[in-house]
């Protein structure tokens, strides 16, 4: 079992950054990727960004060159970059771990991007 705990997320003007950041605790043995989901209302929830226990990352298009992924595999933590926010960026982003091929979900941090 997993648990899983964020910080971050508010209200950022066109432009800006924003810095989320995660850290599991539990059976983090077991945790095999780690990673962001974000989901915007009326939408279906979509894979943001993920790391791989051997360091591979992926991005959802939209976000690749914006936003960046970073994991400490030791601390059991990872990170989430978000710069040059757009206003389309506007999610609920959750937190998650792979744990034996079960997805593990944090509460979800509010981002909203707007002037």
């Known amino acids: 079992q997993v648990q899983l705990v964020e910080s971050g997320g508010g209200l950022v003007q066109p432009g800006g950054s924003l810095r989320l950041s995660c850290a599991a605790s539990?059976?983090?043995?077991?945790?095999?990727?780690m990673g962001w989901y974000r989901q915007a209302p009326g939408k279906q929830r979509e894979l943001v960004a993920s790391?791989?226990?051997?360091?591979?990352?992926n991005y959802v298009d939209p976000v690749k060159g914006r936003f960046t992924i970073s994991r400490d595999s030791a601390k059991n933590t990872v990170d989430l970059q978000l710069n040059s926010l757009r206003p389309e960026d506007t999610a609920v982003y959750y937190c998650?771990?792979?744990?034996?091929?079960?997805?593990?979900w944090g509460q979800g941090t509010q981002v909203t991007v707007s002037s």
């Open positions: 998650y771990a792979q744990w034996i091929g079960t997805d593990y």
């Open positions: 539990g059976s983090t043995f077991g945790i095999t990727a």
């Open positions: 790391v791989s226990n051997g360091g591979r990352s």
